[in-house]
């Protein structure tokens, strides 16, 4: 079993930046697939960002790609996903996941249904 605990939110004005953090407890040494996720008021999870603990190999989409980083802190039990040069529309609820699996990269990249394990979230505001 994981337990995912998130925390780094708030609100900022845009341009500005925030790091969210993912700390993991449980299984902590197992090879997993992490990766945050994102749900605006009415609107679907969206995922944001993908790192496999084993190689580090990473995934963002478009949205936030060249803006913001995923990493891990191996010896924290921790991954971080640091988000530059904010937008309004990043505004949302941010929640971490996990899988007791490597990455898959395909049709399940950044895909909900791949994670069985999630965080509470926490709360990103950006104003313009």
């Known amino acids: 079993q994981v337990q995912l605990v998130e925390s780094g939110g708030g609100s900022v004005q845009a341009g500005g930046s925030l790091r969210l953090s993912c700390a993991v407890s449980?299984?902590?040494?197992?090879?997993?697939?992490m990766a945050w996720f994102r749900q605006a008021p009415g609107k679907e999870r969206e995922g944001v960002a993908e790192?496999?603990?084993?190689?580090?190999?990473?995934y963002y989409t478009d949205s936030v790609q060249g803006r913001s980083t995923i990493s891990q802190d191996n010896a924290r039990n921790t991954v971080y996903l640091q988000m530059n040069s904010l937008k309004p529309e990043d505004t949302a609820m941010y929640y971490c996941?996990?899988?007791?699996?490597?990455?898959?990269?395909?049709?399940?990249?950044?895909?909900?249904?791949?994670?069985?394990?999630w965080g509470q979230g926490t709360q990103v505001t950006v104003s313009s």
């Open positions: 996941a996990a899988v007791l699996n490597s990455c898959s990269w395909g049709a399940v990249t950044l895909a909900p249904r791949y994670f069985a394990h």
């Open positions: 449980g299984d902590t040494y197992s090879r997993k697939c």
């Open positions: 790192i496999d603990t084993g190689d580090a190999d990473t």
